[in-house]
């Protein structure tokens, strides 16, 4: 498990090289079955895209390590869940993705989570599939959050378009990076963000805000 970190272009690339390692999809049958049931609730969740959306929860997580200077103790995380519009000039769709703290990372005298993907999953046209290698990054500690996963071949970067005084966010993820390998073949996250986005964060009553594109420059 890689720390959480602010995404540069060589990041990026060093990240999703690692997709290609043949390694199992984030969703065994069980859950791609489970998440067809529409009339199935996830722990009193909704049925979405054909997504089964769970209750986000709040977890107290003890660090592997507690450095000098750093408050020690248990920490208090909650999961990361997002449902996303898909959109890569070839497919239509939305994703959706359960990311759990399971660690701490290290920030400037504070902690922030770093996550396990579990759940992660893909709907296009009402058929939902696995995504491969989908991994939720928290950002450090300026909260430059992104997330990644492989689909149909290729590999995407979920980031952020614009960022604030210090390098900071102000929003959601808004557009993404599409790779093949390790190559960067469209880079929709420039000032003139070519490929567009739409994130939101599950809410712990399983709802969310309307999937809406309200994107506007960070100032």
């Given at each position: 498990m890689r720390t959480a970190g602010t995404w540069t272009a060589s990041l990026a690339l060093g990240l999703l090289a690692a997709c290609t390692d043949g390694s199992e999809p984030a969703v065994d049958a069980g859950d791609i079955d489970a998440m067809h049931d529409d009339g199935g609730r996830a722990d009193g969740g909704q049925t979405e895209?054909?997504?089964e959306i769970r209750l986000p929860e709040t977890h107290m997580i003890t660090c592997s390590e507690y450095p000098t200077g750093y408050p020690e103790g248990p920490q208090e995380f909650d999961d990361a869940d997002w449902l996303c519009t898909f959109d890569d000039g070839?497919?239509?769709?939305?994703?959706?993705?359960?990311?759990?703290?399971?660690?701490?990372?290290?920030?400037?005298?504070?902690?922030y989570p770093i996550f396990e993907t579990g759940v992660?999953?893909?709907?296009?046209?009402?058929?939902?599939?696995?995504?491969?290698?989908?991994?939720y990054d928290w950002g450090g500690n300026h909260h430059?959050?992104?997330?990644?996963?492989?689909?149909a071949?290729?590999?995407?970067?979920y980031d952020h378009s614009s960022f604030g005084p210090g390098y900071r966010?102000?929003?959601?993820?808004?557009c993404m990076r599409?790779?093949?390998?390790?190559?960067?073949?469209?880079?929709?996250c420039t000032q003139a963000r070519t490929l567009p986005i739409v994130c939101e964060?599950?809410?712990?009553?399983?709802?969310?805000d309307p999937l809406e594109d309200t994107f506007e420059p960070c100032v």
């Open positions: 895209h054909g997504f070839a497919a239509q769709g939305h994703i959706y993705v359960q990311s759990s703290p399971i660690d701490c990372g290290q920030g400037l005298f504070m902690f992660a999953a893909i709907s296009i046209a009402g058929e939902v599939s696995a995504l491969d290698d989908a991994e430059n959050d992104s997330l990644s996963f492989g689909f071949g290729k590999q995407y970067v966010a102000c929003a959601p993820v808004d599409v790779f093949v390998g390790s190559e960067l073949i469209e880079d929709g964060e599950i809410h712990p009553d399983g709802s969310h």
